[in-house]
């Protein structure tokens, strides 16, 4: 599922390539036909993430709310832009991510469209796509709903959430998520607020960081490789877990989000020199302490690392190192 990091990415692109010019708003797949109809010639005027989920606003007053859950993902087509200096846009965005730059066949002096698409999702991915000759290019598969400023269109697929909400419906889902550290004015007072939803509860601390009303972006990576940093025993309940302890895994959590964000995948081993960072950048097995690595060695102590069920999702931990 994507975390916290992919959703503001999202937002991010979005801010740079949809806000402001006017958008052809639909829904080829027909599921979110009415909502693409209040939306369809409106303007966004923000896009901004609050842990896992998006929130498109619009020059109406609606706002678009998006969940990509499990299976979701953005395709980008068009003139995307760089998230970062010297980034290349890429092209999908929520399971993974692709960018292109297409020009519009018939108007003059622009370049032929590109075969390039941008995935962001769970992860980021870029690829050729095949036949790239119009634009707009046809939608692929199950596209929930289309947002086209042009030059830039974004499919939207396989989301668990997607509907048009007031503003004041929005304000609502918003109130219900914990902090978000890209969205606090004080990490500080919100590491507090953390801290007491955690202490104050009799169940285990892994699932109280998966819980967003606790605290919101947290998905299973962030979860095993917080408390492993910790050296925290995810079974422990949140009651029994000292504040300091949680305010450590709240700080560890503003920086980990702010470098996840920044490098587009989440990287936890602090261990690594430059070389070890490059090789865990193109290698995903080398950038975790124990998300992922069921069965292998502890890479402090040797120990195999177990994978059990929590609340229905997979929890990594070490049995000796997380006591």
Same mark, same amino acid.
Request: aromatic share 4%; with cysteine; hydrophobic share 40%.
């Given at each position: 599922?994507?975390?916290?990091?992919?959703?503001? %990415?999202? /937002?991010?692109?979005?801010?740079?390539?949809?806000?402001?010019?006017?958008?052809?708003?639909?829904?080829?797949?027909?599921?979110?036909? @009415?909502? @693409? *109809?209040?939306?369809?010639?409106?303007?966004?005027?923000?896009? /901004?993430?609050?842990?896992?989920?998006?929130?498109?606003?619009?020059?109406? !007053?609606?706002?678009?709310? +998006?969940?990509?859950?499990?299976?979701?993902?953005?395709?980008?087509?068009?003139?995307?832009?760089?998230? =970062?200096?010297?980034? +290349?846009?890429? !092209?999908?965005?929520? @399971?993974?991510?692709?960018?292109?730059?297409?020009?519009?066949? =018939?108007?003059?002096?622009?370049?032929? #469209?590109?075969?390039?698409?941008?995935?962001?999702?769970?992860? $980021?991915?870029?690829?050729?796509?095949?036949?790239?000759?119009?634009?707009?290019?046809?939608?692929?598969?199950?596209?929930?709903?289309?947002?086209?400023?042009?030059?830039?269109?974004?499919?939207?697929?396989?989301?668990?959430?997607?509907?048009?909400?007031? /503003?004041?419906?929005? *304000?609502? +889902? %918003?109130?219900?998520?914990?902090?978000? #550290?890209?969205?606090?004015?004080?990490?500080?007072?919100? !590491?507090?607020?953390?801290?007491?939803? +955690?202490? %104050?509860?009799?169940? /285990?601390?892994?699932?109280?960081?998966?819980?967003?009303?606790?605290?919101?972006?947290? =998905?299973?990576?962030?979860?095993?490789?917080?408390?492993?940093?910790?050296?925290?025993?995810?079974?422990?309940?949140?009651? %029994?877990?000292? #504040?300091?302890?949680?305010?450590?895994?709240?700080?560890?959590?503003?920086?980990?989000?702010?470098?996840?964000?920044?490098?587009?995948?989440?990287?936890?081993?602090?261990?690594?020199?430059?070389?070890?960072?490059?090789?865990?950048?193109?290698?995903?097995?080398?950038?975790?302490?124990?998300? !992922?690595?069921?069965?292998?060695?502890?890479?402090?102590?040797?120990?195999?690392?177990?994978?059990? $069920?929590? @609340?229905?999702?997979?929890?990594?931990?070490?049995?000796?190192?997380?006591?």
């Amino acid at each position: 599922m994507p975390e916290g990091h992919t959703v503001h %990415r999202i /937002a991010r692109q979005m801010t740079l390539d949809l806000v402001g010019p006017t958008l052809a708003v639909s829904s080829p797949q027909g599921r979110f036909a @009415a909502g @693409a *109809a209040r939306l369809d010639g409106r303007r966004m005027t923000r896009a /901004a993430a609050v842990g896992k989920q998006l929130f498109c606003t619009f020059d109406s !007053g609606d706002v678009l709310r +998006v969940h990509l859950g499990l299976y979701g993902a953005w395709d980008l087509y068009g003139d995307v832009s760089p998230l =970062g200096e010297g980034d +290349v846009a890429r !092209g999908s965005l929520g @399971a993974p991510r692709v960018a292109a730059r297409a020009g519009r066949p =018939g108007v003059a002096g622009d370049p032929p #469209p590109s075969t390039r698409r941008l995935r962001m999702g769970e992860g $980021e991915s870029q690829q050729l796509v095949e036949g790239g000759a119009t634009w707009p290019p046809p939608p692929v598969g199950q596209v929930r709903v289309r947002l086209d400023s042009g030059s830039v269109v974004a499919d939207l697929r396989g989301p668990t959430a997607c509907e048009v909400l007031t /503003a004041d419906e929005a *304000a609502l +889902v %918003r109130d219900r998520l914990g902090p978000d #550290p890209q969205t606090v004015e004080d990490t500080s007072a919100a !590491g507090e607020v953390v801290v007491d939803r +955690v202490t %104050r509860r009799n169940v /285990a601390v892994g699932q109280l960081l998966m819980d967003q009303s606790v605290v919101a972006g947290i =998905g299973n990576i962030y979860r095993a490789e917080l408390l492993f940093r910790a050296r925290l025993d995810p079974w422990t309940p949140g009651r %029994r877990v000292p #504040p300091d302890v949680v305010r450590a895994i709240w700080q560890d959590w503003v920086g980990l989000l702010a470098d996840g964000i920044r490098d587009g995948f989440i990287l936890t081993r602090e261990d690594l020199d430059a070389a070890g960072r490059e090789a865990a950048r193109l290698d995903p097995t080398l950038r975790h302490w124990v998300y !992922g690595r069921a069965g292998l060695p502890c890479l402090v102590c040797g120990t195999p690392v177990v994978v059990e $069920e929590m @609340a229905t999702r997979n929890l990594f931990r070490c049995p000796v190192c997380q006591v």
